[in-house]
């Protein structure tokens, strides 16, 4: 065997474009995350392998918000300070919060606002609303709603957030086991009374601090003195047990060159030089997919190369960039009002618009662990404060890093599940982008976009004067121009009912039965508009239709409360229907398009989910949801 002699001349490539080269080399031979699957209790910080959907409505059953009773609230109409509604015991059930509502009651009335008679009777002074103090089948999350896209680290909300939804088991990306080997003649392991001339071997105690701290699994081998033979066989054996070999060299003057050596022997070698100080001997070798690098002796010199060389490597394995909390200023897109008894934290979603950081609040119901999954920073209101006005700037504590602020996409307006599959594509396509959803309904993205907080907005407004979508609203409310309409999808909309439509609901018409109840879409939702449209052609007074100021915020909402019995009947698209098994009956086929400002046109993630609308996977994942037609999408229909 030919041994290489030490003293040979090294590269000296720049180290963008040695780690560029690296990894791109590392991918081509295969390497990927692998991933496996594990209970939910274990996932805190693993990464998600792929997009995790909820098996279960949360909460499944409906639930009283408040101590006090349950009743029909058809049976408190009329309930007024002067005329009083007095109800038996017969008519009420008395609930504490978080008890079942009992089938027959739609409504749950305070205990403060109830007078008790000596009878057990009780006498309301004020009407109860449908569905008021009741929190609702799927008010956190709803079944078959996606609850973490692909490549994402699994948080503590998030962990509670799974379990609601009803999954116990995901898959993730393994972390990837990194064998770290120390060679050298006089190294010796960490000892109280080392003897002059040894050197104690600390390296791979610090390589496995960062390397766990990276998500990664480190396994120290032995060590190995500073012998040919003895070198290859130990980096042989690694290769065998670990996705990554690190072989961190010992003093003598050859070590570099044993090093790469036995590299090229086992694997290859495409650099052994790196124009870096500390850290200029490293080896950039690999076998097959399976990085192995050199990493030079000196203490210092290894953590620069194990930061700028294998760090990036690993983030690429299991999609998890290191995070470190921060700071930031940012202006609020919405007024919160807090008390003025309490220090409060305010979930927000966040990303960079027009050269602004724009924070949006997330609901801030205690029950909705959800919404503190997708926060992207906490807003801390002081004890004493009201609140903020919208436009003003405020601190927010960053739960994501601000470079992932800057790379993403921030959505408000109309809700449609194809969102969350197009925020999970853009992720995938490029681990440094993201897509922070809200819904506000199509009138809600109109106003974000004029008042430039956000990228896009999904809307379909339509026009009732002559049947079109979405340019007229466009044309009243930018009257200057400045944005974009870009063709989305076109979708089915209709009524929603519950399998095997009992009630026989044939349309519009039928919704006016005394024994059908209906749930809506929140007023300015594109939906809604059109809902109201619908009874005004067709005659029918919305007082008539029982439940018709009860308010969702998302299809996939209403399409859970029919589901779950509590309502009749619901206007929506037929992706949510299907997602439900519901019965569906057509109504119209609308379009939903996307409104993007030119200040947001030319940003790369933009570009980047114009071209996932144009891809085939898009197109295939609306097949599998449904009740969607394409034409022409990511094509700009009108340039105001």
């Given amino acids: 065997m030919e041994i290489v002699m030490a003293f040979q001349y090294l590269t000296n490539v ?57 009743v029909q609230a058809g049976d408190t109409f009329g309930a007024t300070q002067t005329t009083p509604v007095t109800l038996p015991p017969e008519r009420y059930t008395v609930v504490d919060t978080g008890d079942p509502v009992p089938e027959h009651c739609d409504a749950v009335i305070m205990v403060e606002d109830l007078v008790k008679e000596e009878d057990g009777s ?43 939804g009803g999954v116990l088991e995901l898959d993730v990306l393994k972390k990837p086991v990194v064998g770290i080997i120390p060679t050298g003649d006089e190294i010796i392991l960490p000892t109280a009374d080392p003897a002059p001339g040894d050197i104690i071997e600390f390296n791979s105690s610090i390589f496995s601090a960062m390397l766990r701290e990276w998500g990664a699994e480190p396994l120290t081998f032995p060590i190995v003195p500073d012998r040919f033979d003895e070198i290859k066989a130990a ?93 930031v200023r940012a202006q609020l897109s919405r007024p919160v009002v807090s008390g003025l008894k309490y220090e409060e934290f305010v979930r927000v979603r966040m990303g960079h618009v027009d050269g602004r950081l724009i924070a949006t609040p997330l609901n801030r119901g205690s029950g909705v662990v959800s919404s503190f999954m997708k926060a992207d920073g906490i807003l801390v209101i002081p004890q004493g404060l009201e609140g903020h006005e919208a436009g003003s700037e405020v601190e927010i504590r960053l739960l994501r890093p601000k470079e992932e602020l800057e790379h993403t996409l ?20 490029n681990a440094a982008y993201y897509m922070a959803s809200t819904h506000t309904g199509s009138m ?47 979708r089915t909309q209709g009524i929603m009912a519950e399998a095997g439509n009992p009630k026989q609901i044939t ?24 809902m109201d449209y619908l009874c005004k052609k067709h005659g029918l007074d919305t007082a008539s239709i029982y439940g018709y100021e009860r308010e969702e915020f998302t299809h996939t909402s209403v399409a859970a409360q029919i589901a779950s019995g509590s309502a009749d ?57 449904g009740g969607y037609t394409l034409q022409s999408p990511g094509e700009v229909r009108c340039r105001f």
């Fill in 122 to 164: 009780v006498r309301l002074h004020d009407a109860a609303a449908p569905w008021q103090h009741i929190r609702q089948i799927g008010e956190d999350i709803c079944a078959g709603e996606m609850i973490l896209p692909a490549y994402t680290v699994v948080s503590p909300s998030a962990i509670g957030a799974l379990l609601a």
């Fill in 410 to 429: 921030v959505a408000i307006g109309s809700h449609d599940p194809l969102l969350d599959e197009l925020a999970d594509l853009l992720h995938r396509g």
């Fill in 235 to 327: 980096v042989s054996e690694a290769l065998s047990k670990c996705d990554i070999v690190i072989l961190n060299a010992g003093s003598s003057a050859g070590r570099e060159d044993y090093s790469a050596q036995v590299i090229r022997e086992l694997g290859g070698v495409l650099y052994h030089g790196v124009a870096m100080k500390p850290g200029k001997p490293a080896i950039l070798g690999y076998q097959g997919p399976k990085p192995v690098l050199g990493v030079p002796g000196y203490p210092v010199s290894g953590i620069i190369v194990i930061e700028q060389l294998l760090k990036p490597i690993i983030e690429a394995m299991t999609r998890r960039p290191v995070r470190q909390e921060e700071t």
């Fill in 569 to 625: 009947a619901g206007m929506g698209i037929y992706s949510a229907a299907r997602m439900y098994g519901l019965a569906f009956i057509p109504v119209c086929t609308e379009q939903y398009d996307l409104l993007i400002p030119d200040s947001a046109w030319d940003t790369p993630f933009v570009q980047e989910m114009l071209e996932i609308l144009r891809s085939r996977e898009f197109a295939g994942k609306l097949e599998e949801l």
């Fill in 14 to 70: 720049p180290l963008e474009q040695a780690k560029k080269e690296y990894l791109e080399l590392l991918v081509k031979n295969g390497m990927r995350g692998v991933p496996e699957r594990i209970r939910v209790q274990d996932a805190c910080g693993r990464v998600t392998a792929c997009a995790v959907y909820a098996h279960i409505c949360a909460p499944h059953y409906h639930a009283s918000a408040m101590d006090g009773i349950a």
């Fill in 444 to 490: 809600g993205g109109i106003m974000a976009v004029r008042r430039r907080e956000t990228h896009v907005a999904g809307i379909h407004l339509l026009d009732e004067n002559d049947g079109t979508y979405n340019e007229s609203y466009v044309r009243r409310y930018f009257p200057g121009g400045g944005v974009r309409l870009v063709e989305c999808v076109g």
């Fill in 507 to 530: 349309g519009i018409e039928s919704l006016a039965s005394s024994d059908i109840r209906y749930v809506n879409r929140q007023k300015g939702s594109g939906t809604r508009i059109l």
